[in-house]
T-cell receptor, first 121, second 109 residues
Framework: GAGVSQSPRYKVTKRGQDVALRCDPISGHVSLYWYRQALGQGPEFLTY????????KSGLPNDRFSAERPEGSISTLTIQRTEQRDSAMYRC???????????????????FGAGSRLTVL | RKEVEQDPGPFNVPEGATVAFNCTYSNSASQSFFWYRQDCRKEPKLLMS???SGNEDGRFTAQLNRASQYISLLIRDSKLSDSATYLCVVSGGSYIPTFGRGTSLIVHP
């Protein structure tokens, strides 16, 4: 697609419910990142993929959080048994190439989607 | 100590002013540096990459100081439309882009 698309844009759920947030990256982008952003803070890394392989999930807060990208394109971030502290903006970003030791002009810049705002009551 | 630190501000400046932000990072092995801009309730967007030799894009100048482990952003002739949050991004040893909390800039008439 033309940009990174995230759905739903807004999700209100009750504590204890599971939620799935979807990200459709820019076509052909190798890397896909999930971040979480609280009000007044910068995006906080959760996990990222190169193609379908999850490269790093060190930012996932606990085992209620999981992510997948089975065909190397669309990704889903799932939060099980949601808690009020999970309320935040969840942002997905993609890049043409993976961030690495060599800065390739334009190729490893992140393009973000509009985000999914999750509210847990 | 946080990996990437920024003064949250806000920096309140008149139109036409020059304003500078700094961002410090803790990992001396960091290789890639960026400034992103985030408007209220919007997603972050790349403003500019930061190269070792420093770089300029119109009214914006970015500098990298590896010895002191900081990057800077200078905005000349501020416009009302420059009002936003400026996010510093550093890729450290793991190469994962790490964001600072952002510096808020308010340009007033």
């Amino acid at each position: 697609g033309a940009g990174v698309s995230q759905s739903p844009r807004y999700k209100v759920t009750k504590r204890g419910q599971d939620v799935a947030l979807r990200c459709d990256p820019i076509s052909g982008h190798v890397s896909l990142y999930w971040y979480r952003q609280a009000l007044g803070q910068g995006p906080e890394f959760l996990t990222y993929f190169n193609y379908e392989a999850q490269q790093d999930k060190s930012g996932l807060p606990n085992d209620r959080f999981s992510a997948e990208r089975p065909e190397g394109s669309i990704s889903t971030l799932t939060i099980q048994r949601t808690e009020q502290r999970d309320s935040a903006m969840y942002r997905c970003a993609s890049s043409l190439e993976s961030i690495g030791p060599k800065l390739i002009s334009g190729a490893n810049v992140l393009t973000f989607g509009a985000g999914s705002r999750l509210t847990v009551l | 100590r946080k990996e990437v630190e920024q003064d949250p501000g806000p920096f309140n400046v008149p139109e036409g002013a020059t304003v500078a932000f700094n961002c410090t990072y803790s990992n001396s092995a960091s290789q890639s540096f960026f400034w992103y801009r985030q408007d209220c309730r919007k997603e972050p967007k790349l403003l500019m990459s930061v190269y070792s030799s420093g770089n300029e894009d119109g009214r914006f100048t970015a500098q990298l100081n590896r010895a002191s482990q900081y990057i800077s952003l200078l905005i000349r002739d501020s416009k009302l439309s420059d009002s936003a949050t400026y996010l510093c991004v550093v890729s450290g040893g793991s190469y994962i882009p790490t964001f600072g909390r952002g510096t808020s800039l308010i340009v007033h008439p």
